[in-house]
Antibody, heavy 119, light 106 residues
């Protein structure tokens, strides 16, 4: 069974750093792309970027380039999304999702990680 | 960036009735269009990809059509579990989502 299991909810202060994770199982982690999607409170879905764990090829949506860093550790089948300096506007639910290619629909999704940034 | 526009924002439908949701792209995306369902507190679920192919395990009452810039998701006979928010997404290049259509009980 394909599963993407994300790390737990986080509460952070503005300016702090954060790294959240997404662990894949039930499939060949290095053969599929992992994408990250943001959903701000009460809002729609925004595609942030993707990574191919097989060779760490990473692509960012222009809206998120420079704002976050996407990485992966294929030895533990885990992808990451990180911030160096959080802002209140980063408060959102973040989902990871699997894709068969760089431009493809997302067929399996993680359960989401809620990030709350508040002073 | 390709802008996806969904209509209507909210659709009120009685159980058993047909629901028709629309999605328009600001430029052609060929058939690189997916539909997702999201229920409160849950992650999105892939329903349709390639504009008209149902994902694994999706009931036949869900169907998709269209190509280029105009797309439609039809739910032939709404069940109680179908009341949710539906998003279209183009993946012809940098993926973008529509703003969603909420299907609510009439």
């Amino acid at each position: 069974e394909v599963q993407l299991v994300q790390s737990g909810a986080e509460v952070k202060k503005p300016g702090e750093s954060l790294k959240i994770s997404c662990k894949g199982s039930g499939y060949s982690f290095t053969s599929y792309w992992i994408g990250w999607v943001r959903q701000m409170p009460g809002k729609g879905l925004e595609w942030m970027g993707i990574i191919y764990p097989g060779d760490s090829d990473t692509r960012y949506s222009p809206s998120f380039q420079g704002q976050v860093t996407i990485s992966a550790d294929k030895s533990i089948s885990t992808a990451y999304l990180q911030w160096s300096s959080l802002k209140a506007s980063d408060t959102a639910m973040y989902y990871c999702a699997r894709q068969s290619s760089s431009w493809a629909p997302s067929d399996y999704w993680g359960q989401g990680t809620l990030v709350t940034v508040s002073s | 960036e390709i802008v996806m526009t969904q209509s209507p924002a909210t659709l009120s439908v009685s159980p058993g009735e047909r629901a028709t949701l629309s999605c328009r792209a600001s430029q052609s995306v060929s058939s690189n269009l997916a539909w997702y369902q999201q229920k409160p507190g849950q992650a999105p679920r892939l329903l349709i990809y390639g504009a008209s192919t149902r994902a694994t395990g999706i009931p036949a009452r869900f169907s998709g059509s269209g190509s280029g810039t105009e797309f439609t998701l039809t739910i032939s006979s709404l069940q109680s579990e179908d009341f949710a928010v539906y998003y279209c997404q183009q993946y012809n290049n940098w993926p973008t989502f529509g703003q969603g259509t909420k299907v609510e009980i009439k």
